[in-house]
């Protein structure tokens, strides 16, 4: 234990988190990929990554970097099932009314309706989802003295914000991959308020 500006410090050691961070950043920066691929780097990434935080908080003190990344997924989770329910009954409403109607003309605006709908709505909720990862960078670059976090952080915003243009899964994927350098570059014993 050490004395720092008249608050004592303590050494932890972080390597186990350094590890599950920077692999779980990795798998979510893979979980663009699409299909079930995709989907299990995105689970496995998700779990990792949260585990990663959840005992990176305990170590920290700072119960509001596991917070924020739950809050972030569970947003993120909850918007992708309300899009796909939104976009899987505009499918299915089309369907049904076409083959009742014998007119696909009428129920056009139905189907577009719905997916524009699902795709706003998966938008909004990922906007929202990556403005809380980018607050448990901002709280990891502190904590670590690794400014690593911060860039990664807002590169996942801005790539959330652009995602509509496409370009922004780009950008939101490189975030990834800083947070996963970030994780990787952090000593391996840092230094606690306690």
């Excluded at 009428?106 to 709505?121: E, P, Q, S, Y």
Aim: aromatic fraction near 14%; include cysteine; glycine fraction near 12%.
């Amino acid at each position: 234990m050490t004395q720092q500006n008249s608050l004592s410090t303590e050494k932890e050691n972080i390597s186990k988190e350094k590890l599950l961070g920077g692999i779980g950043s990795i798998f979510m920066a893979l979980s663009i990929i699409t299909g079930e691929i995709g989907t299990l780097f995105g689970i496995l990434g998700a779990v990792l990554w949260l585990t990663c935080l959840y005992l990176l908080s305990s170590k920290i003190k700072n119960s509001k970097i596991f917070n924020k990344a739950l809050w972030g997924f569970v947003l993120g989770l909850l918007g992708w099932i309300i899009a796909s329910i939104f976009g899987l009954m505009s499918f299915i409403s089309f369907f049904a009314f076409s083959g009742f109607m014998g007119n696909v003309d009428r129920v056009g605006f139905g189907i577009g309706g719905g997916v524009i709908i699902a795709i706003l709505l998966a938008y909004g909720i990922f906007i929202v989802a990556n403005y809380f990862y980018q607050e448990v960078c901002k709280i990891l670059a502190l904590a670590t003295n690794n400014k690593l976090f911060s860039t990664a952080g807002l590169l996942m915003l801005i790539g959330a914000y652009s995602a509509i243009l496409l370009i922004g899964l780009i950008i939101w994927m490189a975030g990834w991959i800083i947070l996963a350098v970030a994780f990787f570059t952090v000593p391996d014993e840092i230094e606690v308020k306690v």
